[in-house]
């Protein structure tokens, strides 16, 4: 036998050796088949996965996303080729696949116990309408290549289907080798009022339903505007498709969001002009900007210790965008700030450093509250120093640039941590701003901020306003009971006795069911005239009974200094890098 004919022998003996089964080199295809129909409890899906080569597969049963905890309880029957899967009430699953190259994974979701307030995360369907977030609905292969995505909605006729993937197909197909193109997405489908706008030669499509005081082309104009503003803060665009959903759904200017990958879910309220309502506008603002600055975004953390900044520094810039766009003035912006500042100083876990308050977001209502709160103020302590000290020259935008020339989610998978943020910091603005920001993050915050509003030519005033409070400023859900999350401590309900966690059952003699029937009661106390009123609060097993005197409202202003201190006169805070004078005309 030749030289030659040994090594076409060996090749050939070799090939044979390797695993013929192509499409498991290439990863798993997935094809997806959801039945939408009008009012449905429940919404059966299969999955086709091809390409298989081992014996066993996990399941994911749903991205796990924290704000809906077990909720891999609502997907019902799960079977693989029919049989049913055993479960163990964690996110991830075994399934035995024998050797086969094919499996079909069915299941139900169960959509009895949320509506359409809960829309943000969850699926839900009516007569005329069905929202699917991906993250709730898709069941997935953990940890597994993944080569293909096909995904099939059988739908009534007359409705049409927006998706995160294009609107209005048979099929929705694509590489997936990135899940989170399946995950982070969003199907809507039924009865919305569908438009494609451009925004720098990117089709938006845009799909709304309900109606309220304002139109949709006022939704659009404002959000392409808004769009606008976060592109020149990163000076980058991260999406090639973006899909808006619009629901005019709330009244009393309640809103709610949600923004994944190519997509935004807005819950918009009824009686508001976008115009004149700041929490209209900030909601599109904030969502947005998440398409830049979130779990998929350029900047993505990679822990919950980090939140604030995805979070609350996102809340800042959704304030500071507005202001850019010149949507929002001055005043407006530093109103906001003081606003935030009152919710922090009425928290009980204020002290808590940032990191902390972060990684406890999903187990405490207070604790996510306060990650937008605190946030938001670092993200205006850090870009108030830093336009203070060089003249407008250097901001927060500075900040996350850096941040994300070393952490870039799109382009490299890099998500960035608490060290990361800190270095960032300490490259724009030196040693002293990163003790500056830990000072806010850690223990009293107070002097740091004060300090920074005074370099800046500012103080922090109280104010006295119309009508009269009690001093409490977070009961929970509207529909849950009225829960005591945030109390003023120097405020009437504190005084009297009433303390975190207590649950009001009474006020005067009438029964409160909920926060929102307590917001009923809160109307008559606002517009009194300061008159003692009796409640009744759960506090374990205990009801107490209490007597509380409302007192007049008030609120903090972050207003200026005539004339602006000097920089060596702000106490605790380093001069001037370059001697400039300081203020706020550079948001």
């Avoid at 939408?36 to 390409?51: H, K, N, S, T, Y």
């Avoid at 520094?313 to 304030?319: G, L, S």
């Avoid at 040693?431 to 509003?453: H, I, K, M, N, T």
């Amino acid at each position: 036998m030749t030289s030659a004919r040994r090594i076409l022998l060996w090749l050939a003996l070799c090939y044979a050796l390797v695993p013929s089964n192509a499409a498991s080199q290439a990863g798993l295809r997935l094809t997806y088949e959801l039945t939408l129909r009008p009012g449905a409890r429940e919404i059966p899906v299969a999955l086709q996965i091809d390409g298989l080569n081992s014996d066993m597969l996990a399941l994911e049963l749903t991205a796990d996303y924290g704000a809906i905890p077990d909720y891999q309880r609502k997907i019902l029957d799960l079977r693989a080729d029919g049989e049913p899967v055993e479960r163990n009430d964690q996110w991830v699953v075994q399934i035995r696949t024998s050797g086969k190259d094919s499996v079909i994974v069915s299941y139900r979701i169960d959509l009895t116990g949320h509506d359409r307030s809960r829309g943000t995360t969850l699926p839900t369907v009516d007569d005329r309408h069905a929202f699917i977030p991906g993250a709730s609905t898709f069941v997935f292969p953990s940890e597994a290549r993944i080569g293909e995505v096909r995904v099939q909605i059988d739908k009534p006729a007359d409705w049409n289907i927006d998706t995160s993937w294009g609107i209005d197909m048979d099929e929705y197909r694509f590489d997936g080798t990135d899940s989170d193109d399946l995950v982070y997405s969003f199907v809507a489908s039924g009865d919305y009022r569908v438009e494609t706008i451009e925004f720098d030669g990117i089709g938006v499509h845009t799909a709304f339903r309900g109606q309220g005081w304002t139109r949709d082309d006022e939704v659009q104009d404002f959000l392409l505007r808004v769009l606008a503003s976060h592109r020149d803060t990163f000076q980058t665009t991260p999406f090639k498709r973006l899909l808006a959903v619009g629901d005019f759904f709330y009244d009393r200017g309640v809103t709610s969001g949600s923004a994944f990958h190519n997509s935004i879910n807005l819950l918009m309220p009824r009686d508001r002009k976008l115009s004149d309502d700041v929490g209209f506008q900030n909601l599109i603002a904030h969502e947005s900007f998440h398409l830049w600055n979130g779990g998929d975004g350029v900047l993505a953390y990679a822990d919950y210790e980090v939140l604030w900044l995805s979070e609350g520094v996102t809340d800042f810039y959704a304030q500071k965008n507005l202001l850019r766009a010149r949507l929002i003035d001055d005043e407006e912006m530093l109103e906001e700030m003081a606003g935030k500042y009152l919710r922090l100083n009425v928290s009980f876990l204020r002290n808590v450093p940032l990191p902390e308050v972060g990684s406890q977001y999903f187990e405490d209502p207070r604790a996510r509250s306060l990650v937008y709160t605190k946030g938001a103020l670092a993200g205006f302590l850090i870009d108030t120093y830093l336009q203070s000290t060089t003249g407008g020259v250097e901001s927060l935008d500075d900040v996350v640039r850096t941040l994300a020339k070393s952490r870039n989610n799109v382009e490299r998978g890099e998500k960035y941590r608490n060290d990361d943020v800190l270095g960032a910091l300490e490259t724009v603005g030196g040693a002293e701003l990163v003790q500056l920001f830990q000072d806010f993050s850690s223990g009293d915050y107070r002097p740091a901020l004060e300090g920074v509003l005074d370099l800046a030519g500012y103080r922090i005033e109280r104010v006295d306003e119309p009508g009269y409070t009690l001093g409490i400023y977070d009961l929970g859900g509207r529909l849950q009971a009225a829960t005591v999350r945030a109390l003023d401590r120097e405020g009437a309900a504190f005084g009297a006795g009433v303390r975190e966690n207590d649950v009001i059952l009474e006020m005067d003699g009438r029964s409160i069911r909920d926060r929102r029937a307590l917001e009923e009661e809160m109307k008559w106390i606002t517009d009194g005239n300061g008159e003692p009123i009796l409640i009744v609060v759960g506090r374990g097993s205990d009801r107490l009974l209490l007597t509380i005197e409302p007192e007049r409202f008030y609120k903090f202003r972050f207003t200026r200094k005539e004339p602006p201190l000097e920089a060596s006169k702000a106490e605790g805070i380093v001069a001037r890098k370059r001697g400039v004078e300081a203020g706020f005309s550079r948001f």
